[in-house]
Every structure is written in C-alpha cells, then in structure tokens.
C-alpha cells in the first residue's frame, strides 16, 4: 500500500509509544483541547489490534492524524474513522484529500468494503469536502452524538453529527430514491465556529434548524445529491 497520495504529503502508520505519544498530541492541537483526546495506549491498542491508526507528514513534520476501528455499515465491514483532524495553516494543501485515499487504501487491502465516519452537519467546509469532493454518501443524523464537549473547536455547542459513508470500490454507485422525487435545499451558516464565539444565541438556532430541516428529510427518505458553494445541501426527497 502506498504510503502518500500527494508528492508533498507523507502518510505514515505509527507502531510505537513514542509515535503514538505523537499523534496524540497533534489531535490535541488541532482541537484546541486543554486535555488529551485520545490517549496513547488507547492508540496503542487500537493499532496492534488490528484498527487503523495513521499520521500525515509534510517536510517531515507532522500536520494531521486519523484513527478508526473496525465496524459495519449496512451489514458490510467498514472501517470507522472516528477522529481525522488537521493543522491549521496546511487545511488547504490536499493533505485531507491523501489522508482520506489512504483510510480508502488501509480498507482495501484489509477486505473492508465501506469507511464510515461523521461530521458536524453545519461546518460548511467539511460538508463541501465530503459530499462534493470524496463523493461519500449521507446516511443517518445523530442529534447531540456525543454529548457536550468541551475543545475549541465545539465549544460546548451540541454534538450533532451525521454519517458518511465512503465506498472502498469507486465504481459502487448509489442507489438513490425510488420514484418521484422534489429537489430540496438546506442552506448552512456561513462559519459556525466563528458564529459559536461570537453569537451563541443565533449558532443555537442555525443548530435547532437544520437539526429539524436535514434530520427529518433523511428520516423520510431523501438522499442528499450535492452541496453548494453558497452552503446548502441539495436533496432529492420522495414525493
């Protein structure tokens, strides 16, 4: 399996203490937390027992970091991509896009048919990349997933999340809905971190709304085809 997807970005599977000492810390830096995320030894373990466990380089420093563990989606194996995350200041440079070919590569090589992970539904950028970059599938939404959470990035706000399902094969095309369908659109809040510092009361509200707008159009059936530049999400719901 090859190890970078890009000529300028490396991506590395850690074996010991010291790696995963690592990578732990860089997950805490890129989610501003005041605690470590995710524990070496839990990494550690995750790695010998058979999960994924990856760290991507550019220039020989490390800039991101990803572990999953082995899962089911629709009845087939996936492997779940719990954590994936990011540096600052490289978020732009296809760093994302060679982490995310390699979790599809790991898969592959290891029979796995599906990586799955979630996301915040309303962080435009990550629903961008998802859906009209990697071309992965919107499955379930998770209302307050996790729970509160206390780093930077989410700032106490709820935990919703929704799926995503990634096909290993390319060529594995999605089904979409049967019979006639009506194009929705579900738009999105410019910046929600920013808008969570800033106006707590309105990044409550853009929550609460597309929690009932998305959540209950997936609940009925739609199939999301597309995001816009201008931040919404493009439906096909059943009539």
């Known amino acids: 399996m090859a190890g970078s997807d890009d000529n300028d970005v490396e991506i590395r599977s850690p074996h010991t ?7 732990s810390e860089v997950l805490r830096q890129i989610w501003g937390a005041t605690s470590v995320m995710v524990s070496p030894e839990l990494l550690r373990a995750v790695e010998h027992a058979g999960g ?11 800039v991101g970091a990803s572990f999953g563990f082995l899962a089911r989606h629709e009845g087939r194996p996936a492997l779940h991509s719990h954590i994936t995350g990011i540096l600052p200041g490289v978020q732009h440079a296809g760093v994302g896009r060679a982490m995310k070919s390699h979790q599809r590569a790991w898969a592959a090589d290891n029979g796995i048919e599906w990586v799955t992970w979630t996301f915040d539904p309303i962080v435009r950028r990550n629903a961008w990349f ?14 307050d997933f996790y729970g509160s959470m206390s780093d930077a990035v989410n700032a106490e706000d709820e935990s919703d999340r929704v799926l995503c399902a990634w096909p290993v094969d390319p060529s594995v095309e999605d089904p979409g809905p049967s019979g006639p369908t009506e194009r929705i659109e579900i738009p ?8 969570r510092r800033t106006d707590p009361a309105a990044a409550q509200a853009w929550r609460r ?3 009932e707008e ?3 159009a997936l609940a009925a059936g739609a199939v999301v085809t597309g995001f816009t530049r201008e931040g919404s999400y493009i439906l096909e719901k059943p009539i």
């Open 188 to 195: 999105t809040p410019e910046d929600i971190v920013v808008l």
């Open 209 to 211: 709304r597309v929690r």
């Open 17 to 23: 203490v010291e790696e995963m000492t690592a990578v």
């Open 52 to 62: 994924y466990v990856a760290a991507a380089f550019v220039a020989d420093n490390m």
């Open 130 to 143: 998802n859906i009209e970059v990697l071309g992965a599938r919107l499955s379930d939404y998770l209302p």
């Open 214 to 216: 998305l959540g209950s």
